[in-house]
């Protein structure tokens, strides 16, 4: 069947039908898993892939491994041949210089056969807890790669259906959670097998023929809007830069600089400018900065639909390897999304003029990473928690930015409920609350970030922390205030009070308190031309304090009262 002979009606069927697949995909990785930072905090995506790697359907999940899932099967095939694919067959791999992330994103993957003909690929990535890196979970001051866990190429893990135990056991071995890191990959070959009975199931449904006329619609469809709207943008070239706090083994600023140009209906993202590989563990790999880099045209274009292999196919990106986002070994890769999330939001900065209405603020930019590591008291156990952490989101025309929303690399991440902390671990949470005034101010304000308050409840333990972008905090857009940086304070009030953003091995007692504060989002628009009235639900609501109102956006006190 011809495409152009294809009804809309079939079209819009069967791409529902790749969407469904995926999101069943996830369903089961996410039920099938041991640890919460799977279960509960979704960290976690799946794509399903036609027999030359372009995405069919892609679920909910982490926008920073966008049209990235493919790139896996790719290099796999490029290593062991089209002919290297069989029936039943899953690999595993998380080498941070093909992935572009770090090792504990662990991605499975695997062949779909139909009647015998290779017809598509299922793959997932999750984070693994830990991978046998030098600290638990991963180091925050690494300076090679070596420090940071097992690497792996592509392996094949499930060999014509039945699971390799000498790999399941090799993989177990190499982490301290041995158990869970087994159940882990349990899940993930459970999500690769539904998404093989899935396409399957499409195929012997639809046919062959019909499915290939509506991919190809479909990507058609997705490729001339991204053209036209692209081709909307004024040509022209157009920069930014900023800087990350540090590398985590230095104090030294650590420069991101964008150049987009537009000619026509095509888009280029420069990023060669951006600075060498550090020493510190903040470096990533090509892939992911490609990835970063298609989240903010995502961000700019076509937003509102599902990326397919029709996707970014207007969008270039030039990376310069052995650069910060083209690390080569032995640069180490742990916290490989800190210059991506600010990579992101320059690209907007870039284009904010000539894309007013579709451009925000900055956003808090990290995940700002806490991990607590200890034995349980209660059982004489191990723990470790590791967590990203909720900030402000920038505002944009028409719109206050969001309150406590995860970061722009993570999507849908959740933060771990008070609930699961308490009863998986040693600790109490003693507050988590928005961080009033941490929006930078505006017609549209930003959003604010929270505050954390952690108290333990066992005898010994160990922090580690991961919080950034205190020198280039949340940027403001058209006259829309800058936000306040992130902060972490220790035992606050207390003589032994210490406040820090990155730290390894910080020694914890019980009855210890780690106060947690994040940024927030960067304003749109002058701050005096904002509503009376919405000044006024921010004062009762607490986002807002009288004071700020009264000497940023010149609310009188009669106002206030309102």
């Known amino acids: 069947m011809a495409t152009g002979t294809l009804d809309p009606i079939t079209t819009e069927i069967v791409r529902s039908a790749f969407t469904a697949a995926a999101d069943e995909m996830n369903a089961t990785l996410i039920r099938s898993a041991y640890t919460p930072i799977i279960y509960e905090m979704k960290d976690c995506s799946v794509a399903l892939l036609d027999a030359e790697h372009r995405v069919l359907g892609q679920s909910a999940g982490l926008p920073i491994f966008l049209g990235n899932l493919e790139i896996c099967t790719r290099i796999c095939e490029e290593m062991y041949g089209r002919d290297g694919w069989e029936p039943g067959d899953v690999w595993i791999m998380n080498d941070s210089y093909m992935t572009g992330t770090h090792l504990n994103d662990m991605t499975a993957f695997g062949p779909i056969f139909v009647d015998g003909?290779?017809?598509?690929?299922?793959?997932?990535?999750?984070?693994?807890?830990?991978?046998?890196?030098?600290?638990?979970?991963?180091?925050?001051?690494?300076?090679?790669?070596?420090?940071?866990?097992?690497?792996?190429?592509?392996?094949?893990?499930?060999?014509?259906?039945?699971?390799?135990?000498?790999?399941?056991?090799?993989?177990?071995?190499?982490?301290?959670?041995?158990?869970?890191?087994?159940?882990?990959?349990?899940?993930?070959?459970?999500?690769?097998?539904?998404?093989?009975?899935?396409l399957e199931a499409i195929v012997e449904k639809y046919g062959r023929e019909t499915l290939e006329a509506a991919r190809d619609e479909i990507f058609a469809q997705t490729e001339r809007l991204e053209r036209t709207l692209v081709a909307a943008i004024p040509d022209g070239v157009y920069h930014a830069q900023g800087c990350i706090d540090d590398d985590g083994t230095s104090d030294e600023p650590v420069w991101v600089r964008v150049v987009v140009t537009v000619a026509g209906e095509e888009m280029t993202i420069d990023v060669t400018g951006s600075d060498d590989a550090r020493r510190g563990p903040i470096n990533c790999g090509e892939a992911q900065a490609i990835s970063a880099c298609r989240v903010a045209y995502k961000l700019l274009i076509n937003p509102d639909n599902p990326p397919d292999g029709g996707a970014f196919r207007p969008l270039s990106v030039n990376v310069r390897p052995g650069s910060l986002l083209g690390a080569e070994e032995p640069y180490p890769c742990q916290w490989y999304f800190t210059p991506l999330g600010l990579l992101i939001d320059l690209v907007v900065k870039a284009l904010a003029d000539v894309l007013p209405e579709q451009a925000a603020g900055a956003s808090y930019g990290d995940s700002m990473i806490i991990g607590l590591a200890g034995v349980d008291p209660r059982n004489g156990r191990p723990f470790f928690d590791l967590e990203p952490t909720v900030g402000g989101w920038g505002a944009w025309q028409g719109s206050d930015g969001e309150d406590g929303l995860i970061n722009n690399v993570n999507g849908s991440l959740k933060d771990l409920p008070i609930e699961v902390l308490e009863t998986k671990f040693p600790l109490r949470m003693t507050e988590y609350s928005f961080r009033a005034d941490s929006g930078g101010a505006g017609r549209w304000r930003g959003g604010n970030g929270v505050i954390r308050e952690y108290t333990m409840d066992c005898d010994q333990a160990e922090l580690f922390l991961w919080f950034e972008r205190a020198k280039t905090p949340a940027w403001g857009l058209f006259g829309g205030g800058t936000a306040t940086p992130p902060a972490v304070v220790l035992n606050p009030g207390h003589g032994d009070q210490r406040t820090m953003l990155k730290a390894s091995r910080v020694p914890l007692s019980r009855g210890d308190v780690i106060r947690t504060m994040t940024g927030g989002g960067g304003g749109y628009g002058s701050p005096t031309e904002r509503d009376s009235d919405a000044l006024s639900r921010d004062i009762r609501a607490g986002h807002v304090t009288a004071d700020v109102a009264r000497t940023i956006y010149g609310l009188n006190a009669e106002e206030q009262q309102q």
Not at 125 to 130: F, I, K, M, N, V
Not at 144 to 162: N, W
Request: glycine share 14%; aromatic share 6%.
């Open 117 to 198: 003909e290779l017809t598509g690929f299922a793959a997932c990535r999750a984070h693994w807890l830990d991978v046998g890196a030098k600290d638990p979970g991963g180091p925050m001051d690494s300076t090679e790669i070596y420090q940071e866990g097992i690497r792996l190429g592509p392996l094949k893990v499930v060999e014509r259906g039945r699971q390799r135990r000498d790999v399941t056991d090799l993989l177990a071995r190499n982490s301290r959670f041995g158990y869970p890191a087994a159940g882990d990959l349990g899940a993930q070959i459970a999500c690769v097998r539904t998404g093989q009975r899935r």
